[in-house]
């Protein structure tokens, strides 16, 4: 985009903006929407995919700007945080977790647990914690995003971590029930 004289709506041009999964579609939408009522002038457009297909679009000149869940350490980027994240075990109220205070990661690595597709800087977080911790996830779920993540676990079939910005509702609603794990917070930018 052009600089233009610094009054609202003076500025021409494009700004593609490009976020990973739960950027995209939990965090991204406002971020535009925002953009778009103080630059109604400037075409502001967004992209979801993996965070590592967005950084490559990003380096190709596809992208101007990404906003994607970390860790990412690559030199070739100037990243800034925006916000914290932390990723939350969530269950069915009907689920025998649902009401404790907190489970221990052995009882999370003896559950069905449903995570991300290969790739996925969720799944890989989640997956080197828990080994980390000595414990292996019984993964029975793969599955392409948290949108089918949730009704799984809406469903009562399995329990995975999901970010809280993709779950305000659910929680709100009673459908979903966040519980704490015993020494283990994933926290991400």
Known sequence: PRRGDGKRGSARGRLALGANTTGGMYVAPAIVRAFRDLSPEIEAT???ETTTRILDRVMQNMIDV???TGPVEDGRFAIRDLCEDELYLI???S???AGRTTVTPAEVGAEDFAVPEPGSRT???I???FHDLGHRLRVTMQL???EAVKKAVESNLAGPMVSPYSVPRELGLGVLARVPIEGVTLDRP
């Open 127 to 129: 997956e080197q914690t």
């Open 95 to 97: 689920h025998p977790f």
């Open 66 to 68: 990404a906003i994607v």
């Open 123 to 125: 799944r890989m977080l």
């Open 144 to 146: 392409p995003g948290t």
């Open 91 to 93: 269950v069915s109220p």
């Open 46 to 48: 967004l992209q979801i």
